[in-house]
């Protein structure tokens, strides 16, 4: 009796113990299998992807991703040599161009993962001193892709600079040369604003295409992918070059971008708000049984009246497997693409505006968040559960918990200055030197309200988070920072007394809905070169635990239950136990 008694005592503590260890969220988490996964596609989009891969891998992520252009990434996933794809545009069933299939029978969903804008980042120096502050409409810089420009004197540019000459500089002109989102993007707005232009230099088609028409006027070079097209912007030849890219590639560069002409005629850059603002015009595609689901209409973009759009923002989008039996995929696979992407449109969001992209807003957010469930769907073995805007809404500045119906970043947008108004300025022309005023994203984190060029304003501060870093250095006696939009009015400005950096210090406020802002500090009386100064751009990882549930909360349940039959079971049992001894 007391051999026995003893046994079922030990074994009863002996199997709590066991269950206890064994049911741990360290040990639940072990037994989540991840795989390695590749992915290929636009490098309009790969600096966002990079990032979040850099953030992810310190989660345990393992991803690779390489960049040879949308067009070859739609292919390399439709051939099942890539696990997923990005792409800035879908499937185009046909290439205009090459009259190649662009299909999938391999099937598949999209997804948005980050917005931005088409940049066009130039170098041009007169007289010793980098031009920062270029301001081209529409159609003139339709005019140089197609030809039609070729020189920096031209009457247009010197018009569209309200009277500024340049001297006699060749232009050149940098494309993409491979099937390239950045190229569709472009050419569909050329396509669908200036008919008369594109169509004749494209062959007399009137459509978009990937693959950028070679000129037989101007001087055109062509590189492959974003990095080479910068390459020869930066390079020691690069006098007079212009080209096209995502933002994020001029700020990562450090070379200026053209102010473009929206359709309210202010020239602006394409910074995370001006974007935002823009994106608000895309149609996007909502019907669930179309091929085409989420994907882009940018018409009413090109053409938005509001003051803060640029005309050449979009989306780029993720294209990840669905099918249950698809023999690429395992479950491991689908998990990390679960995670990586759960990260991406929802924690990754939080800084993309640091580094020259715009975030998703909370439409499509909670769509892209839909079709993630997909890889669930196709293998239940997937442990992902989805998380909820409203916990996105933690990270990504476009909405919160509580403004779902809002984009809180198009909101916050500040309105451009009056000095880049057709008719005026240019803002930054004057003084001694050739400077521009801050064109950093105006309170988007540390950054600053920029550099004050000649006698204009440091740049706005304001934004959505407290700026914490000087207004920039004046090109002259720098006037105070302007007041943003989209928030109450500061109660302060800060005049143009220098700090240590050649700008005054900003004054921290809040704005309407209760959120810190910061006006931007005045230029110094030091000699600025025109630069805005931009914080540098820091990625905060979030943990994936919090990003997505994955069932976390049942191991401790299990504990704790395990736990309280210990307390009530053991202590009788052991009594028991001790009397039958005696």
Known sequence: MKCRT????????????????GLTPGAAATAITRDLINGNGSSWAALAVQQWITDTTKQGLKVVYSDPGSGVGRQSFAQSTVDFSVSD??????????????VSNRKYAYLPIVGGGTAFPYNLTVAGKRVDNLRLSGETIAKIFTGKITNWNDAQIKADNNGRAFPSIPIVTVVHSESAGSTAQF?????????????PFNNNNPSGVEYYPKTNSGIQKRADRSDGVMNII????GQGTIGYNEYAYALAAGIPAVKVKNAAGYYVLPTQYNDAVALTKANINMDKTSKDYLLQDLSKVYTDTDSRTYPLSSYSYGIIPTAPDDDSMTTGKRQTMADFLTYAVCGGQAHIGDIGYTSLPVNLVKASMDQIALLKAADPAVSWNNVGVQKCGKDNPTFDGTHLNVNLLAQRAPRPEACDKEGAGPCGFGGSGIGIPGHGAPGGGNNAGGNGGGNNAGGNGGGNNAGNNAGGNGGGTGNGGSTPN???????VTSGAPSASGGAQPVSTTDALGNPVSTGGGGGDTTGDG???????VALPVDLARNQDQGSDVPYA????????????APPLFVTYLRSQS
Request: no cysteine; net charge negative; charged share 5%.
């Open 6 to 21: 003893h046994r079922i005592v030990v074994a009863a503590v002996v199997a709590s113990i066991a269950a206890l260890a």
């Open 89 to 102: 545009i879908g499937y185009l069933g046909e290439d205009p161009v090459t009259h190649q299939l662009d």
């Open 187 to 199: 050419s569909r707005y050329l396509a669908q604003m200036f008919p008369s232009l594109w169509a």
């Open 234 to 237: 930066t390079g020691g030849a």
């Open 486 to 492: 989209g928030g109450s009015n500061p109660t302060a």
């Open 531 to 537: 630069q805005s100064v931009n914080a540098q751009a």
């Open 558 to 569: 299990v504990a704790a239950v395990v736990i309280l039959l210990l307390i009530i079971v």
